[in-house]
């Protein structure tokens, strides 16, 4: 019988059956149980989150499965019988690419009744990837299973390092030394500082107080500013220099400004231990690049405030500076605007409505109770404004983004909902002036996501109105929390191809101004952008997939994550915050980080796709083809045939928190669990890690050896594999199919009338 979640009326089992199910198909099975004492009425819908689109036709007989929209999904059953207590149905079917993990599976089920009821019903039990057909990816999967063999294979090479060559310091400093002699600090240390190092003074107080005293053997402490001498230091990181001196009758921190200073009580945070306990010695440290950062969604997955707050301590620990604060997406909007209340109404809240108020709709397995949603919260003005401040004190830059004009599914329907409120007032002026989408639009378009309908029309003049009244309520926030604020982000990234091709209002812009290519329409929106925040003094930033997209505006701040053409993208000069230097982090680091696509072209993954992304310094330069920055150094080298062994894309879904969190050297945050993306990307360390794997040849080539003989086991292994079920205790419940009597039922969704928008 499968399993339920408590007090749900039925019980679901889900499985994949074979990755080899066809040319980049899967086949999957469900087993639906009812549970309850009481028969389902004909008529239920069963919705659910996929990532993996469901091939049309290929569903067993008797039951229809429907895309919604994004990653929501219907299921029916034809005829018109009821489910009785007790029955069971199996309900085969086939989807795109492959599942290999707990993560590719569908997540939170809901049933709606005949009635107009709404169950949740929880995420379903996952059967075990047991058999071979289960953990390929498909038919030349070269790539062995992630099994304990393998890690085993995979951790015979590596090697710990000596204690004296791993430092005492995360991230590594540019200069430490250290002699065998202690001194003691205790919260009876006096701290003496100068003008305008008050608040650091209160960050070390804070440091001291968690400590024993020391008695008469505690020794003070001086916090200063003035000069660091460093070579090599970029000169937008100049004031994070410092220099820590512990010396037996005192401990001396000097910092190029304030922010070197609060960098040093990070670096003797970490020296001291818990009795007070200080080596004397020597810290000359500085950053290698000015921005190092970590991005947090929290769109798609909603992060309370203390969340935000712990997870900038642990920023500030390890000396990162730039908090990417990623506010809104297609399935979510953060942050209030006071001339625009739909924003949260709407955009704030998931799940399906029974009160008729709009809302989005259920993803990533967030479910149908929009209380208890992932997907639903959204941050007050003191709440964002307690943010920033938090942050401000750790000299850590918020930066906020707004996505558009692709992933804008949230802000497109919610002013949906205030132009049809306000049309039905009369108010035809109000209704047209933040209208973000063509009502007349017959484009044709899919994201990556799975959306139809999440791109703005940036024909209208309504849109200008609406970045600006964003832009300058941000700016209003800023300026409350006494905060500076220097750029805005603005997404630009992931718009799918077909997007404004059947807008008459684009095709009228694009023929007023002898445009040909929709591309034109795109790259006129982001000058609109850029010279909105101009006007409220801003700097605009933007993600670009491709080098395109780079050819606007070379004094503008770029997070880089190409695709394809990384080297040609790297050749340009750019005003670059994020590269794909990441590449050359994960091949010295983790060295089984590959893309999965094209199992005979093994094509290193970006940096978006490892889910890391590395930080070059906030300033003009370029990167010739094939040189990226090593890991352990800040030295350039080539890299033309690096010797690694590739993954699974699972893992580098893994890696995309754990992975990012040791180039980071930063602890995992207590952020929501994500149940099928991580929302968090650490962008890069303060400098280099003092965690090291063993990269040379001769540990490469024997991870080579033993991952092609490990596959090549498999596959000998292979047909006695495919016979070998999971083991279960549970008696095999045989389907109950009923003949379909009748055709499936319209695909107009019961929750739409009652408020829910897909």
């Not at 990653?71 to 005829?79: E, I, S, V, Y």
């Not at 996952?126 to 071979?132: K, M, N, S």
């Not at 982001?526 to 909105?532: G, H, L, S, T």
């Not at 596959?715 to 016979?723: G, H």
Request: proline share 7%.
């Amino acid at each position: 019988m499968p399993t339920t979640q408590a007090g749900a009326p039925v019980a679901i089992d889900w499985e994949c059956l074979s990755n080899l199910a066809g040319d980049g198909v899967f086949a999957a099975r469900l087993a639906l149980a009812n549970i309850s004492a009481h028969a389902i009425a004909p008529g239920w819908q069963l919705y659910f989150n996929a990532c993996r689109k469901v091939i049309p036709g290929s569903v067993s007989a008797g039951f229809a499965i429907e895309h919604v929209n994004g990653d929501l999904f219907r299921l029916t059953a034809q005829g018109d019988a009821p489910w009785a207590p007790g029955e069971v149905f199996e309900i085969g079917y086939r989807a795109q690419f492959w599942v290999i993990s707990l993560t590719d599976a569908p997540l939170g089920f809901y049933l709606l009744t005949q009635e107009g009821g709404v169950i949740d019903l929880g995420d379903p039990r996952i059967l075990l990837f047991a058999r071979f057909e289960q953990r390929m990816r498909h038919g030349e999967d070269r790539v062995p299973p992630d099994d304990a063999a393998q890690r085993h294979a995979d951790n015979a090479a590596v090697h710990l390092l000596p204690q004296a060559l791993v430092g005492r310091i995360t991230p590594r400093p540019l200069s430490a030394r250290f002699g065998t002699d202690l001194c003691r600090l205790g919260c009876d240390s006096a701290v003496a500082h100068e003008p305008g190092l008050a608040r650091e003074a209160a960050f070390l107080r804070a440091l001291l107080d968690t400590l024993p005293p020391a008695c008469a053997g505690a020794v003070p402490v001086m916090l200063e500013t003035g000069p660091v001498a460093l070579d090599g230091v970029p000169q937008e990181a100049a004031g994070e220099a410092y220099l820590l001196d512990i010396a037996s009758d005192g401990v001396r921190l000097r910092g190029a400004a304030a922010h070197g200073v609060f960098n040093a009580i990070q670096t003797l945070r970490q020296l001291v231990d818990i009795d007070g306990r200080l080596p004397l010695g020597r810290v000359l440290d500085a950053p290698r690049f000015a921005h190092r950062g970590m991005m947090l969604d929290v769109a798609r997955h909603f992060a309370d405030v203390e969340t935000v707050l712990r997870l900038l301590d642990c920023m500030a620990s390890y000396k990162l500076n730039r908090f990417h604060f990623h506010l809104t997406d297609d399935e979510g909007w953060r942050l209030p605007v006071t001339a625009l209340p739909e924003l949260i109404e709407v955009g704030a809240r998931r799940g399906v409505s029974l009160d008729g108020s709009p809302c989005l709709p259920p993803s990533f397995g967030s479910g149908a109770d929009i209380g208890a949603s992932a997907g639903t919260g959204h941050y007050s003005h003191a709440d964002f404004i307690a943010i920033l401040r938090h942050a401000h004190a750790r000299h850590i830059e918020v930066i906020p983004e707004f996505n558009l004009p692709g992933h804008a599914r949230a802000a497109v329907l919610a002013m949906r909902v205030r132009h049809d409120r306000l049309l039905a007032q009369g108010d035809l002026e109000g209704a047209l002036a933040c209208r973000l989408d063509d009502p007349d639009d017959t484009s044709t378009y899919e994201s990556v996501q799975l959306w139809r309908d999440n791109v703005i029309c940036i024909a209208l003049p309504s849109v200008d109105r609406f970045v600006d009244t964003v832009v300058a309520e941000v700016k209003e926030l800023y300026g409350r929390a006494g905060v500076p604020l220097r750029a805005i982000h603005m997404g630009g990234d992931e718009v799918p191809s077909g997007a404004w091709l059947g807008s008459p209002l684009c095709r009228a812009r694009m023929e007023e101004r002898g445009w040909v290519d929709v591309a034109e329409l795109r790259t006129d929106f982001v000058a609109r952008c850029r010279a909105i925040l101009q006007r409220h003094g801003l700097q605009f930033a933007g993600t670009a997939l491709r080098q395109s997209a780079l050819q606007l505006a070379p004094d503008r701040i770029a997070t880089l994550l190409p695709l394809t053409g990384a080297a040609s993208n790297l050749a340009e000069n750019f005003s670059i915050a994020s590269t794909p230097q990441a590449l050359a982090r994960v091949v010295s680091q983790r060295p089984r980080c590959w893309r999965p696509s094209a199992p005979r072209a093994r094509r290193p993954m970006s940096a978006c796709q490892a889910g890391l992304s590395s930080i070059a310094s906030s300033r003009r330069f370029a990167l010739p083809s094939g040189v990226a920055i090593s890991h352990h150094q800040s030295s350039l080298r080539s890299v033309e045939k690096p010797m690694v062994v590739p993954c699974r894309f699972r893992r580098a879904r893994r890696m995309r928190s754990a992975w990012a969190s040791r180039t980071a050297c930063s602890p995992s945050p207590g952020v929501r669990r994500s149940t099928r993306y991580q929302s968090m990307r650490a962008e890069v360390g303060h400098s280099s890690g003092s965690m090291r794997i063993d990269c040379s040849q001769a540990a490469r080539t024997s991870r080579v050896r033993d991952s092609a003989s490990s596959a090549a086991s498999l596959r000998t292994a292979s047909s006695p594999l495919r016979s070998v079920e999971p083991r279960n205790s549970r008696p095999v419940m045989r389907p109950v199919m009923r003949p379909s009597t009748k055709a499936t039922r319209p695909s107009s969704m019961r929750a739409r009338s009652s408020g829910s928008i897909a």
